[in-house]
């Protein structure tokens, strides 16, 4: 486990709640130098404790739906020989852009432009794994979540749980609530979407080292990302790695929903620790899926019935709830919020 001096835990919250935040503000909202700042977090990103990523509104690029895949494989494989394929299968799969595998476990999750895309998908899962790669391959439940009626946290919400983790004396962060988005048809020139793929794959460049790349001025590169920040195409935001903070488990909690309870009640009255410590969320009338990081077993098994309790008393799942646990110690990424092969799929399918 990672011990982080006050400091270190202070810079590291005032990022991960806003990471447009300047070492300046950060420095003055928790009475810290500008220069300590800016030296905790350069040697945060440079020991891989955190990293910044441009999220992208799928539905703003014309994606008409995310997707959530997960599945259970053979015990009886070697790991590393599961794992390798589907890293393998990563690979080839640019509209997947966060998964993980571990513990006879995997999941992903997808940006999907419609419903072709999803079957395109789904049958390229199992196309790879034919032949010698079968026996390897894990039974994959598949749900999609499409923008219209789906409400959720479409960038990521860390910070209520980095809150709570570190035990600060500090006001607590906003969450990020789940909404809904509408789907739009993007209004981007090539250039644009050129300098977009861009950003999103390298966000920890400058505005000059991005024009390096695309073969514009800086000031060009500087007038289109203030165009896709000002849009919301793109949102910055720094993510913790919170498995090198030495996290324990990642659970993914799948729910199927009674109809019988309207939608925006239970939206409106289920506790907030479900909603605000999922650090990405998707629900929609009749299901929904919550991802939530925990530090210890002892936690997990802890909190586990508190956080089901009001639900069962309110009779509000049509059946028992699904939750996946990997042991992170033995988990391997296959993306980890890397938004530039779906970003670059999209625009080149366009």
Sequence with gaps: MWKFLNSEMLVILGLIEDASRTDAEIGETYGLNKGTVASIRRR??????????????????????????????????????????????????????????????VTMYTALRNGTEFEEFCQSHNRFFS????????????????????????????????????????????????????????????????TL??????????????????????????????KLLDSGIITPVCIPRLYRWGFEIYAVAQAKFSMDIPWEKRVRNEP??????????????????????????????ENLESMLAWYHKVKIFDEKPSIHVFPLERCTELRNFEFGPAVRHILRSA
């Design 44 to 105: 945060l990103i440079d020991a891989g404790a955190l990293f910044y990523a441009n999220v992208p509104a799928f539905n703003k690029l014309g994606c008409e739906m995310l997707g959530f895949h997960v599945g259970s494989t053979d015990p009886a494989i070697s790991s590393d020989v599961k794992t390798s394929n589907y890293v393998e299968f990563c690979e080839q799969a640019p509209q997947m852009f966060t998964g993980m595998i571990g513990g006879n476990l």
């Design 131 to 194: 032949g010698q790669k079968r026996p390897s391959k894990a039974r994959i439940e598949s749900v999609v979540f499409p923008y219209r009626v789906t409400k959720g946290v479409f960038v990521t919400n860390f910070a209520p749980l980095v809150h709570k983790f570190f035990n600060l004396d500090v006001p607590p962060p906003k969450s990020r609530l789940p909404v809904t988005g509408s789907v739009e048809t993007p209004d981007l020139s090539q250039t644009e979407k050129e």
């Design 272 to 301: 907030r620790d479900v909603v605000e410590l999922s650090f990405f969320t998707l629900s929609k009338a009749d299901e929904g899926v919550g991802n939530y990081m925990i530090s210890r077993f002892q936690e997990y098994s």
């Design 197 to 226: 793929i861009a950003v999103v794959e390298h966000p920890d460049l400058s505005d000059r080292e991005i024009a390096d790349i695309v073969k514009l001025s800086r000031q060009a590169v500087t007038r289109i990302r203030n």
